[in-house]
């Protein structure tokens, strides 16, 4: 189900066959922690009622690391809309028009923001006749084929006690990478990629767009805790799926207190217009994992409209969780002893001398100390494996949150050493080395392409061709003519029939 997680050797052990059922118990009590006295809200995959039927306002994952090729950078990178189906036409993915996402920066661990970095989406349309979301191949962002596009402007706005002191415009109508609708109408997606990555002033980075989902995880877990016999672990049910991104890389002296307090606390929000014309907080992200396993429904949707300083109300979900109480009833693994205080610091205030500012107010905050180098070859575990620039010290894309959690709420740090997982142990597609470093989309021609469609084909003069499928073999022209003409001839004969149908119901009498 899982390997050791330090040596890597393929052992299976006893303790790797509870890796399932302690996941869930691991996420809890990881949430769990992220949610002490000032936990705030935080989000996932359709984590709460509200916010599971509004996806595109729904946060999945947050992430914040030292830029690895520029390390006195600091990346953060915002995922939203769940479980994006590649081929979701004809309405693909975009941000919400009437919606602020925001990222929020506590530079002096008072679980207050300090700094609030704000996108903001506008969408055009080119032709509103068609149903298309691209009307031919799109070879860059301004091709007119693309009929459907988004643009977006980014402010740095300056807070002091929650009221705005200034603010900047970083960037002015920047193109979004739109979804990757297949191989025929974007046959070289990279391309489009790479034009929306825009450079600012400051020297900083920004991209907003489609990018395969970064976390991995098995989400069995639902199904009565991986089938109630540990019977279903060890895939990814995030493979294959896309979100939408925004990343974000900026000089580190503009969102740390000083040199001398390297220490940030991160987390993204999103703001909805109401009927009233007024926005407010529908979902927010620090930790990952927190709201979807740890709170009952009853405090869900409250949870994703509080804020940091305002988390104590939810402090019982915390330290008396359900979860490993449930764990506990259906495999007998005895549930670890209440309340637990053993995971305040690594989770609501950071870990002392690694990443817990001074004076630090405990909140659920993403904490990343900027102060720590990128190593050049990270491991998955983090800190667990001695790796101090990984979880919990900021999130990497590469970090396996699932099985450090588990560890550590299973007693790693107490004398309990582990080595549980859910036997996900990395994403299905490699990240980039530079900015944005997510992977490309997976496209909406998953399938076998159509023969004759490749990068630079023209598809108005390759619909002969894309009748036939990859795998027909020698089938040739005429054939396909033929075949062509049989349909046709087929779907006139069904018109007819129909319409013979459609005469005699019309004379039925009721």
Do not use: C
Not at 265 to 271: A, D, F, K, P
Not at 298 to 326: C, H, I, R, Y
Not at 334 to 354: H, I, Q, W
Request: charged share 20%; net charge neutral.
């Amino acid at each position: 189900m899982t390997t050791d997680s330090r040596s890597g050797a393929g052992r299976r052990s006893i303790a790797t066959l509870i890796a399932g059922a302690l996941a869930a118990g691991g996420l809890a009590a990881a949430g769990v922690a992220t949610l002490e006295p000032g936990a705030a809200s935080a989000s996932s995959h359709r984590e709460a009622p509200l916010i599971s039927g509004q996806p595109q306002y729904d946060n999945t994952d947050l992430y914040a690391f030292v830029s690895p090729d520029k390390p006195d950078t600091t990346t953060v990178i915002a995922n939203f809309i769940p479980f994006e189906e590649p081929a979701g036409g004809p309405n693909f993915y975009q941000f919400g028009d009437d919606a602020q996402y925001d990222i929020h920066i506590d530079n002096n661990g008072d679980a207050q923001g300090d700094l609030l970095l704000r996108y903001t989406f506008n969408t055009q349309t080119k032709n509103k006749k068609s149903f298309l979301y691209n009307t031919g191949v799109v070879s860059n962002l301004t091709d007119p084929d693309l009929n459907i596009t988004q643009t977006y402007d980014l402010d740095l706005i300056k807070l002091k006690n929650q009221r705005v002191v200034s603010k900047t415009k970083l960037a002015d109508d920047i193109p979004v990478a739109p979804s990757d609708v297949g191989k025929a109408s974007m046959p070289d997606y990279g391309k489009l990629r790479d034009q929306a990555i825009y450079k600012m002033s400051n020297g900083g980075q920004t991209f907003a767009g489609q990018a395969d989902d970064p976390f991995f995880a098995d989400l069995r877990v639902f199904d009565l805790l991986y089938g109630g016999n540990l019977s279903e672990v060890g895939r990814d049910t995030l493979k294959g799926y896309n979100v939408n991104s925004i990343a974000l890389q900026i000089p580190t002296d503009m969102i740390t207190e000083s040199k001398y307090q390297p220490v940030v606390g991160v987390w993204s929000t999103v703001e909805r217009k109401n009927a009233r014309g007024y926005y407010e907080q529908v979902s927010r992200l620090g930790n990952p994992l927190v709201n979807e396993v740890v709170n009952p429904l009853k405090d869900k949707d409250k949870f994703n409209a509080s804020s940091p300083w305002q988390d104590g109300q939810f402090l019982k979900n915390v330290t008396n969780p359900e979860l490993p109480k449930l764990i506990e009833s259906i495999y007998k693994i005895k549930a670890p002893s209440e309340p637990r205080n053993d995971l305040v610091d690594v989770f609501l205030k950071g870990v002392k001398g690694l990443n817990q500012p001074p004076k630090v107010r405990p909140a659920e905050e993403l904490r990343l100390n900027t102060s720590i180098k990128p190593t050049a070859s990270p491991k998955r575990l983090g800190v667990l494996d001695g790796d101090n620039a990984g979880f919990p010290n900021g999130r990497r894309l590469t970090d396996d949150v699932i099985d450090e959690a588990l560890q550590v709420v299973e007693g790693e740090l107490v004398g309990s050493k582990n080595d549980l997982g859910d036997a996900v142990n990395a994403n299905d597609k490699g990240f980039g080395k530079y900015f944005p470093y997510l992977a490309n989309p997976t496209s909406g021609s998953r399938g076998a392409t159509a023969k004759g469609v490749s990068s630079g084909s023209d598809v108005k003069n390759q619909l002969g061709d894309a009748l036939q499928p990859a795998s027909a073999g020698g089938m040739d022209n005429t054939t396909l003519i033929a075949a062509s003409a049989g349909g046709g001839a087929a779907g006139i004969a069904l018109i007819g029939a129909g319409l013979m149908w459609w005469r005699r119901m019309r004379s039925r009498v009721y």
